[in-house]
């Protein structure tokens, strides 16, 4: 077990570059894979989740190479990926595992998906219902939901699901079988996931479209598909690992930060709502609308120290910020006044039950939280100190806490600290820089 200690930080100054975007960087692998011709992606991250998906995709036939910086993806084609020799190690990635079982289900041959102790406990009921009712041959070895999954060879048709969840991996997983199938599949969530799957297919010439209703619900739809093309792929830095520098320069006072080249993709941005809520001094420059060669917005963001206020967070600006809750609630617990969050049951079900462990280790650090059965309220105003932080092995309760740690009286010990290596192997080294 690693260990990382930190100490309270004043005024933090400086401009950073975050890593790529670990979600787009997942499926500009895969993408690029079953495209015809060849695939180059800047800012790729180098995180273990992203290596596993690369490792899986060269078990199957794929050639990825690296050159100055980029990766090349030597796609093969819809139909170009060979059968593994053994099974296919997805690590910690329960991103490469659902996105790929959608993709696995249309190919001709057979294969078994499998990961560490933590992924193979996670559900994958919500992705073998929609694929199985496309005539997906998917199961799960042990009969428990979880990896490991055997995914055989079926014939795939078009269906219309409506997901009982607003989840991004579930969504992809139905529309990226739904390549392969003989009509059209489309997918209802009750309020819009990231849609980085829809922007990126676009681009490389699926015919796939998207609309929001009334209701807040959401509707993707994609045809098969005979091909799909390589792309010249930008990856825009990761607005879940800025969150965290996002924090500290609201936190510490007499901190200003610039965080460079952002993605601030709406389905992703919720936390700069939540910010802005919250009465952060947050200012964006460079703003882009959109980089045609990945189909994301982008800016650079500068943030500067504020006294923050609670407030409510929940509805369908959960989706959008569901990754960054517990460095959230870290902000929350400096704040003054209550902050709610609710309608947030997916946190029980990512790398570790995140209710429980930010409920945990806040109180380790003397806040003021009580666990909801579907979020938390934060009583913000008190003191933080100094505490030893259970990361669980989650690397998003390892950063919000090293953030935590910045804040609080006292030293502060992350432990399992090597857990951030899945999502910001630089983590702790770009916090010593500023």
Known sequence: MSVKSIYPRTGLKGEITIPGDKSISHRSIMFGAIARGTTKITNFLKGADCLSTIACFRSMGIRITEDTGSIIVHGQGLRG?????GTLDV???????RLMSGILSGQSFSSVMSGDESLNSRPMGRIIKPLTAMGAQIASVHGNNCAPLKITPGKLHGI??????????VKSAVLLAGLYADGETSVT???LSRNHTELMLRSFGADISSKLHEDGSATARIQPCRELYGQMIQVPGD???????IASGLLIPGSELLIRNVGTNPTRAGILKVCEAMGADITYLNSKNTDSRAGEPTADILVRYSRLHGTVIGGSLIPALIDEIPVIA???????GTT??????ELKVKETNRIDTVTENLRAMGADITPTDDGMIIEGGTDLRGARIKSRLDHRIAMAF??????????TVIEDSQCVDVSYPEFFATLNSI
């Open 81 to 85: 990926l060979s059968a593994p020799r």
């Open 239 to 245: 607005i879940s690992s800025a969150a965290y520098f």
């Open 402 to 411: 090293a953030i935590a740690g910045l804040i609080a009286g006292g030293e």
């Open 160 to 169: 219309h699901y409506q997901s009982p969840v607003a989840s991004a991996q």
């Open 340 to 345: 709610v969050i609710k309608d947030a049951a």
């Open 91 to 97: 690590g910690n990635s329960g991103t490469t595992t």
């Open 330 to 336: 870290v902000m929350a617990a400096c704040a003054n």
């Open 189 to 191: 969530e009750p309020a």
